[in-house]
């Protein structure tokens, strides 16, 4: 059984909704799933698990939330290589600039591009 984190930020509920479709979908597929918000997720927590989706939603212009998600997804960062990779968010004002920025970062070395959406 694959072991998957689901580690999200939410400001209005929307990506609380798709955090929840990511974990009903994992587990339909056998996963042990854990959801964390992203104070409770730290780097020492990456080697727990197979497999990890990251979700926020797009703030301001075109940013990731600054107080706890960007700085959580920066410490743990470094911790990924090899590991399965799920991004997922909302956007409303721009046009997903966030998700393409963010997708160009990858691949570490090892990483797993598990799917791809968008432009």
């Known amino acids: 059984m694959s072991k998957v984190a689901v580690v999200f930020w939410s400001g209005t509920g929307n990506t609380a909704a798709m955090a929840s479709a990511v974990e009903a979908g994992a587990k339909d597929r056998g996963a042990e799933v854990s959801v964390f918000g992203p104070d409770e ?3 020492d ?4 698990f197979d497999a990890i989706a990251f979700g926020c939603p797009a703030m301001g212009a075109e940013v990731l ?11 743990v960062e470094g911790s990924l290589s090899g590991k399965k ?15 393409r ?11 797993s591009r598990v799917s791809s959406y968008g432009t």
């Not at 956007?91 to 600039?97: A, S």
């Not at 920025?101 to 990483?111: I, L, S, T, V």
């Open 85 to 99: 990779i799920a991004l997922f968010g909302s956007y409303g004002w721009g046009d997903g600039q966030w998700m």
């Open 41 to 43: 997720f730290t780097p």
């Open 45 to 48: 927590k990456v080697s727990e």
């Open 65 to 75: 939330e600054e107080s706890s998600y960007d700085p959580m997804f920066t410490a």
């Open 101 to 111: 920025d963010r997708k160009e970062a990858f691949p570490w070395p090892g990483f």
